[in-house]
């Protein structure tokens, strides 16, 4: 009776699916946009990705967690009940030979499921290392996946630590060692963080 859209042609420009007169799928020129939920879990809808060069640095107390560094990537799911998959690999040195962690947060807020669970007063954090000295930097890699639970950005970044002896302060970098040197047996390094949303 035509009360309905089926498929929505324009000529030079897009095509629209629906059902039950609601639009499920829209191409465009760069590829297309799928709406409400899809079956095939596992397929990447979208991909995001964050590459941060330049250094960081900021002195913490023992336990704290840096301000922004830079290390960010957001992410605007096309359905809630999508997951959200983060991979990053950072790149950090700490002014003193100790240890040093990072930690993935969500709206600058550290995310509890992506952290090693409490233990009398240790630090909860994503990944940690230990440095045997201030010329060296250590790497660290996170692989986890989130639950979207909204279609609003969500905005994912890595915060750094720390957990020198004596409950002492020290400076955190990224991409750099706290002991730097001018020379090409020294180096500076990238970090990167990507976002990939999968169908439920």
Not at 58 to 84: A, F, H, M, R, Y
Request: net charge neutral; hydrophobic share 30%.
């Amino acid at each position: 009776d035509q009360s309905e859209k089926f498929i929505d042609c324009n000529g030079n420009g897009n095509v629209e699916l629906y059902y039950n007169n609601s639009k499920k799928l829209e191409t465009t020129d760069a590829g297309g946009t799928l709406y409400g939920t899809w079956t095939g879990a596992g397929k990447v809808l979208q991909v995001v990705h964050t590459a941060k060069t330049d250094t960081f640095s900021e002195s913490l107390g023992q336990g704290n967690l840096s301000g922004d560094t830079g290390l960010n990537v957001s992410i605007t799911p096309s359905s809630s009940s999508n997951k959200i998959l983060i991979i990053a690999s950072v790149n950090m040195g700490c002014s003193n030979d100790n240890r040093n962690a990072v930690t993935l947060v969500r709206g600058g807020s550290a995310i509890d499921s992506a952290r090693g669970d409490s233990s009398n007063s240790n630090q909860r954090v994503s990944s940690m290392s230990f440095n045997s000295s201030t010329s060296y930097t250590s790497h660290h890699s996170i692989n986890f996946q989130d639950s979207a639970n909204t279609t609003s950005a969500i905005t994912y970044g890595i915060r750094l630590s720390h957990g020198r002896y004596g409950n002492a302060g020290a400076t955190v970098y990224l991409n750099r060692a706290s002991s730097e040197a001018s020379g090409s047996d020294r180096m500076r390094s990238a970090s990167f963080i990507t976002a990939m949303e999968i169908a439920a």
